[in-house]
């Protein structure tokens, strides 16, 4: 289903019983809303669940420096990194002790590690119906008070978002996710296999 960020914004906008956009940059209340409140609300979204479209793998090599104590090697996440679903060591093992600090993984895996991660999917042509109803009643949630002043709105459509979103997920969750991420293919390829 191609859809784009502006029908994800109306959509909210209609439920809401206010008037569509043309664009973000509308001279309007609710443009200027959806404008501030789209890319946290997105973001929010897709790191709630590991969306299949917006699943990820990266092989990291270790920094040059090593972490200041506790840690004894630090990764940097991809630039549109958001959750990270399962890392690996490269002996395929999962690696289960490691924090995150900013941008940078911290463990004692030597390298390199690989991780599975939800990445910030920024296409909404990418996104799957569920996904985009989802985003919508999140949008809906967060504009609400600012849009109607009532708050009896914004927690209705919060709610409506925690039903669409254990949908989404039901649905998403039976599509393929693979029981194990295991980087087997990169391990061989690695380790000349």
């Known amino acids: 289903m191609a859809t784009s960020v502006i029908e994800i914004c109306n959509n909210a906008l209609l439920d809401l019983g206010e008037d569509v956009i043309m ?3 509308d001279d309007s209340k609710a443009a200027g809303l959806c404008n501030h ?7 929010a979204v897709l790191r709630a669940h590991p969306w299949n479209c ?19 090697y630090k990764y940097t ?7 990270v679903i399962q890392m690996v060591g490269c002996d395929g093992e999962d690696i289960s002790d490691w924090e995150i600090q900013g941008n ?27 996904l985009t109803e989802t985003l919508s009643a999140r949008l809906a949630a967060a504009l609400a008070y600012p849009l109607t002043g009532s708050t009896s709105l914004a ?20 599509e393929g996710v693979p029981e194990s991420v295991t980087p087997t293919a990169w391990l061989g390829a690695k380790l000349g296999r």
Request: aromatic share 12%; glycine share 4%.
């Open 23 to 25: 664009s973000l940059g």
């Open 37 to 43: 409140r789209w890319p946290a609300v997105r973001d």
């Open 54 to 72: 917006a699943m990820s793998q990266a092989e990291l090599a270790a920094g040059t420096a090593a972490p200041l104590w506790k840690w004894a």
């Open 77 to 83: 996440l991809p630039s549109d990194f958001l959750r």
């Open 104 to 130: 940078i993984i911290l463990c004692d895996e030597d390298a390199p590690i690989f991780i599975s991660f939800v990445r910030c999917e920024t296409d909404p042509r990418k996104y799957d119906a569920l």
């Open 155 to 174: 927690q209705a459509y919060w709610e409506l978002y925690q039903k669409k979103l254990a949908e989404a997920r039901g649905v998403d969750a039976r």
